[in-house]
């Protein structure tokens, strides 16, 4: 037994919180995928979904390579999120909602958290490289999505 196997990864629970948060964001997007007449958005929305469920996927095979087995966070917000996501709100709405969420979060910004450790080199260098393209990859949703929200935004004025 080493000491290593003893002691938990001081970011396990960041592993742990990209796993649950992606999970969830899979669901959510995807409920408003299936929701949207928009023809670009509901493409936009279903691939952005498809990376976050596959990002689940991929976080939670890292935990277990660690040695530990992924656990699911608290969101007390999930169950709103979605009931929002498949209803009958306008799109705009919904950005508009999904905006307001964003504005209330409470402690630092995953991002912030991931791009520590990412600069962390007592984080193992695969798990460090998994966030490197991870980072990459949610930068580039986020800036498909932005784009797609601001051309709903505009049509309705
Ligand atoms: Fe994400």
Redesign the pocket.
Known sequence: MTAQQDTKLHYLALLNDIAS??RR?GVYLQAWADKTTDPELKECLAMVADR?TS?YQIFDRRISELGYTWEDNDAPDFEERLRVSGSDMTDVEKIRWNQAKQGERKGPPIRERYEAAMADDTVDPLTRSLLRWFSDV?SD?GSKLRQVYERVEGNTG
């Open positions: 948060g992606e964001a976050e990002h949610e949703s």
